[in-house]
């Protein structure tokens, strides 16, 4: 009997591979420096092998739906979340506050 | 390094266990057998780490495996390889 | 809408937000960033300075020591055994995860994927391409590499030895190409120029002087 997982993918059959490339956004660029000042902090707050374990436990379907760094974030989060970085209130008011003033930005443009 | 359960030039085979969890020893080597090429060194084990927990140092392989004896239906030439990075405890001798 | 007073400084360009819609992955992005400066896990300035660091590295950087490694048969040597430690010579810190370097010869051509995530040495050649971090690639490349080369025009002897090199654990590997042939003479600053960011992935080969 065998579990072969979603991430775990050497092998797979798969199409073509597309070329494709782009300048990092500077939200991906953030989320990488995060992770990577979170690596660095004294204790550390975050290790790879973490964050690596969060993105593979995300499941089949939201893994293929996101994109890199928006695994890279969910992961993150949730795990600041399990050991009490974060609390999900102060994070469901900000992303709320980030949301409200984005939006405000858009319509004043 | 004198600790180390293999030398270069060993025959090792991966074992064939498929735990859930985080491991970096990947699906489709299991129960494969290979060379050892090399000792990359010694480092903590990303079973535990991925979990927060102090981690054992272990010895991490690099390990060559002809491509024929991986894939049934290998398309390039015999002498094709491939080298994957795995950890001791994911390594027996392969008699 | 509300009314907006022009008599400020227009806003400064932010194509992610302006071009396209804000995704919630970018809201929790923003939103963990400020949590964690208010709660002095970091500083804005620090996020500036990590930023910065990783935008100054770039394959050009792999590309100088490919080229010392042309020309200085020593330097090789040291950067075969030791990458992190040989690159500090030429003043980079390529960090303190290790980085191997494979090296092509007349019978062995090298290959690199990170089958389980995309593992890349991006401290000495920047971020990967997206193509490196799809699935087809971290799919196909190891059991078909010969076939994912030809997608990139890049096409083997059958007499040579492909070697794919899986980066699963705590290892990052970068290949070291074959010099061209007609650049005898050619000076370091000229052979960087022929190493490409895919050559140093091993899915195609350097430039040729031509």
Known sequence: MTIQRHHDMGGQDAGPVEPTEHDYALWEKKVDAIIRLLNKTDPQLLRVDEMRRGIEELGPGVYDDLNYYERWISSATNILIEKGVLNIDELGAKMAEVEARWQADRDTA | ?95 | MSPHDHDHEPHPYQPDIEDAPFTERMVMAQAVEELLIEKGVFTADQMRAQIESVDSRTPAMGAQVIARAWTDPEFKARLLEDVNAATEELGIDAGHIPIRAVENTEDVHNVIVCTLCSCYPRLLIGLPPDWYKSRAYRSRTIKEPRTVLSEFGTELPEDIEVRVHDSTADLRYMVLPRRPDGTDGWDEEALQGLVTRDSMIGVSLPKSPD
């Open chain 2, 1 to 95: 390094m004198s600790d180390l359960e293999f030398q270069n030039g060993d025959r090792v085979r991966v074992h064939t266990w498929y735990p859930p969890g985080h491991v970096r020893t990947p699906y489709f080597i299991r129960g494969c057998n290979g060379t050892v090429i090399g000792c990359a060194g010694v480092y903590e084990n990303p079973e535990k780490l991925a979990y927060g927990q102090d981690a054992e140092h272990r010895p991490l392989y690099r390990v060559q495996f002809k491509q024929a004896d991986v894939w049934q239906d290998y398309q390039g030439p015999e002498q094709d390889t491939l080298v994957v990075d795995i950890y001791e405890h994911w390594l027996e001798p392969d008699t």
